[in-house]
């Protein structure tokens, strides 16, 4: 089990899924097959949404499209399940000083009304790639920073893969736990 945080979904499928697939291949002897579950997206609609409140949907939907694209053409990927992106609130905490615009009421408004659109696109368009349901008791588990979820939200982000469509195919029982970083708690 490998993860990265707080980078592009382009940085991921440029620079980082290449180097921990072919690590993963080159230690089980070119025979590994993996599901990745990826959880993406908010770093690129910060990127995407203008201090002046201009978003451009398409490119942002064919860029996020391209990027996936890049990661399920693998052929050791079995399935990709790509979470939705989880909705903003304002920034009470720290990270508002690094990016004002976290505290900007309207600027909030803009990213919600873009993540239920963004949320609501198909990108279903390659059999690996498996979407996993948005759940809406995640809006009231949001943290001070209004961006990362709180450890209720993260289980509830976590369970509802196993609300997909494709639940017979393996139980919370089947996946080794994350490794913990230095606070000890899961980097979900």
């Not at 707080?6 to 291949?25: D, E, S, W, Y």
């Not at 097959?33 to 990826?38: A, K, S």
């Not at 001070?144 to 469509?165: A, M, P, Q, R």
Request: net charge positive; aromatic share 12%.
């Amino acid at each position: 089990t490998r993860y990265e945080k707080g980078r592009t979904l382009n940085f991921f499928a440029t620079k980082v899924f290449p180097r921990q697939m072919a690590k993963i291949i080159n230690e089980n002897d070119n025979d590994a097959m993996v599901d990745i579950f990826l959880s993406a997206g908010a770093v690129d609609l910060s990127d995407a949404i203008t201090d002046k409140l201009q978003f451009d949907y398409k490119n942002f939907i064919s860029r996020r499209n391209d990027s996936l694209f890049k990661i399920v053409d693998h052929p050791g990927v079995r399935h990709l399940y790509y979470f939705p992106i989880t909705p903003r609130k304002i920034c009470n905490g720290r990270l508002c000083e690094r990016f004002p615009k976290y505290s900007n009421k309207e600027w909030i408004s803009l990213a919600n009304v873009c993540i239920a659109k963004i949320n609501g696109a198909n990108p279903q368009f390659h059999s690996k790639l498996k979407l996993v349901p948005f759940s809406f008791d995640i809006h009231q588990c949001i943290a001070n920073d209004g961006i990362h979820l709180t450890d209720k939200g993260k289980y509830l982000l976590l369970n509802s893969v196993f609300k997909s469509e494709e639940k017979q195919m393996f139980s919370p029982d089947d996946f080794p736990p994350l490794c913990s970083h230095i606070s000890k708690k899961s980097p979900l």
